[in-house]
């Protein structure tokens, strides 16, 4: 082994010291880079998210947007308005349709809403021209994530669907959730990047002065609901009932109303006579409220809605909506103008 000589002179070192300042200065220098580029990389992640400013933004550009619909079609007729109503819009490019499950008197298990809810959405599209090769259309969750206790996605073709054109998206997809939101919140569970391409509009929840949390898409899976609370997706909420007439409730419709709907092609006279004939009631006069009317007339018609940014409400193990100013922000709307969204569903489906 050579022996390290320990004389040093003074030229050498010199040397030494310089050499060891170079070192320590690169060091540092380095050191300062690495931490740079990770502040600059966490600054690129923040930027890359959709925060509710750029998603009102975007909202409001003026150009077409592109759309999943996830619609428990088969529960009641607003859903079939609705996914016609996207499909004759101009200002919306349906990219595909999942069928999104429902458990009540019109089916007999969570698994069959779903399977019903595909049929319906088949039957719409070739009422509307239109068939699965247009449009592909995806099967939804067969169970709740709530029938398990630690927020376990469920997997299916329909929350793979949304993983899959997310993950290739140049420009945010709006995912107009009109049921239960299983499919969505799967999605998001099983691949959380997507939450930088996707913005959820979901008509779930009521006001907080609605005095509960009964409203039908929540408590249909209420884990889901909260997990797209919480999970910091872009969220647009649509609430369905609160006090002074404010929600999704609004969007009513009678007899004289659906006469909106002009011509004899074979969509016109389905959504004018034939669905109205279908839910007609035993006793006065015919209406119906078109809840689900509302997420897409928010894409096209963005400022016939009193929109709001607030902090993510927490819900409850009591089944409580609970205000946390400490939370991440989410828009919810606050009004729509009835009006404005029947005609332009109407003109819509006329369309086809």
């Known amino acids: 082994m050579q022996r390290i000589n320990n004389h040093f002179s003074a030229s050498s070192l010199y040397t030494y010291n310089l050499f060891t300042m170079k070192t320590t200065a690169?060091?540092?220098?380095?050191?300062?880079?690495?931490?740079?580029?990770?502040?600059?990389?966490?600054?690129?992640?923040?930027?890359?998210?959709?925060?509710?400013?750029?998603?009102?933004?975007?909202?409001?550009?003026?150009?077409?947007?592109?759309?999943?619909?996830?619609?428990?079609?088969?529960?009641?007729?607003?859903?079939?308005?609705?996914?016609?109503?996207?499909?004759?819009?101009?200002?919306?490019?349906?990219?595909?349709?999942?069928?999104a499950p429902f458990h009540n008197d019109r089916s007999t298990s969570y698994e069959d809403g779903m399977e019903k809810s595909y049929h319906e959405i088949m039957r719409v599209l070739k009422v509307c021209g239109k068939d699965k090769n247009d449009y592909p259309v995806w099967k939804g969750s067969p169970k709740r994530i709530g029938e398990s206790s630690d927020f376990t996605p469920v997997a299916s073709p329909a929350a793979e669907n949304i993983i899959r054109l997310a993950k290739k998206a140049k420009e945010p997809i709006y995912v107009l959730c009109l049921g239960a939101a299983t499919n969505v919140a799967s999605a998001v569970l099983m691949e959380p990047s997507i939450r930088n391409k996707i913005v959820v509009v979901w008509l779930g929840t009521n006001f907080s002065d609605a005095g509960h949390q009964g409203e039908f898409n929540l408590v249909q899976d209420y884990r889901a609901g909260q997990i797209l609370l919480n999970s910091k997706v872009p969220l647009i909420l649509l609430p369905a009932s609160g006090k002074d007439n404010k929600g999704t409730q609004v969007l009513s419709v009678d007899q004289e109303e659906v006469k909106n709907i002009k011509g004899n092609s074979n969509a016109a006279l389905f959504f004018r006579e034939r669905l109205p004939h279908e839910f007609k009631q035993t006793t006065g006069n015919w209406w119906h409220i078109l809840w689900d009317i509302a997420a897409p007339g928010l894409v096209s018609c963005p400022d016939?809605?009193?929109?709001?940014?607030?902090?993510?409400?927490?819900?409850?193990?009591?089944r409580n909506l609970v205000k946390d100013h400490t939370r991440h922000k989410i828009i919810r709307m606050k009004r729509v103008d009835p009006k404005i969204i029947r005609a332009d569903a109407f003109r819509s489906i006329s369309a086809l």
């Open 304 to 318: 016939a809605f009193e929109l709001e940014i607030i902090p993510s409400p927490v819900l409850t193990e009591e």
């Open 26 to 99: 690169t060091l540092f220098l380095a050191l300062i880079l690495l931490t740079n580029c990770g502040m600059m990389k966490n600054s690129a992640e923040k930027a890359s998210l959709l925060t509710p400013e750029i998603v009102l933004a975007h909202l409001h550009n003026g150009k077409a947007k592109k759309v999943i619909i996830d619609s428990d079609t088969y529960n009641e007729m607003d859903d079939q308005y609705a996914v016609a109503y996207a499909l004759g819009n101009p200002n919306m490019e349906v990219i595909s349709i999942n069928a």
